[in-house]
């Protein structure tokens, strides 16, 4: 089985990616994800949705939560894990740094021993390219590092690239 190596890949994109100048289409236009509304913009849902504003520089936001999932099929049985985190920092040149650290899984099935462990840590690199009146953009790098335990965790790296775009 070939293996293909994301790093020579994954250093030519983030280069290319922050070299690119954030575009306007008029200067009078607000920047959606600054002002009185700026946290509101920001705010996503951490593993489930994201949002195409980045953390402005110097700052950070720390999101958290606690998911609670009734399992389907056979037996049924409960799903939980928590803290649901994500910590982003924000970086000079319309980029931040996100840190989606570790989750606490519980899966309960009844009559099988209940299976506990954690999820991988993931970091990755968000850019935010431009917006206009009505659209924002940006791109996102994320590396899932090979951690956690065997049934929640991942063996290996794991990489994803993700376009985010919001029309208002």
Not at 18 to 44: E, H, K, W, Y
Not at 101 to 124: E, I, K, Y
């Amino acid at each position: 089985m070939n293996k293909i190596n994301f790093s020579p890949i994954t250093a030519l994109l983030a280069t290319l990616i922050m070299s690119i100048q954030a575009v306007r289409a008029d200067d009078a236009v607000q920047n959606p994800c600054t002002g009185p509304s700026a946290l509101l913009a920001l705010l996503d849902r951490p593993t489930v949705s994201d949002s195409a504003c980045v953390v402005q520089y110097g700052q950070a936001v720390l999101e958290a939560g606690y998911q609670h999932a009734n399992l389907t099929g056979t037996g049924g049985g409960t799903a939980d894990n928590f803290p649901e985190a994500e910590l982003r920092f924000g970086l000079p040149g319309h980029n931040e740094f996100v840190l989606l650290p570790p989750n606490d899984n519980l899966q309960q099935v009844p009559g099988s021993p209940h299976l506990q462990g954690f999820s991988a840590t993931t970091v990755g690199i968000k850019h935010e390219l431009g917006y206009t009146k009505h659209w924002l953009a940006a791109v996102e790098s994320l590396f899932t590092l090979p951690s956690g335990s065997p049934a929640f965790g991942s063996r290996g790296t794991g990489v994803a690239f993700n376009g985010i775009v919001d029309y208002a």
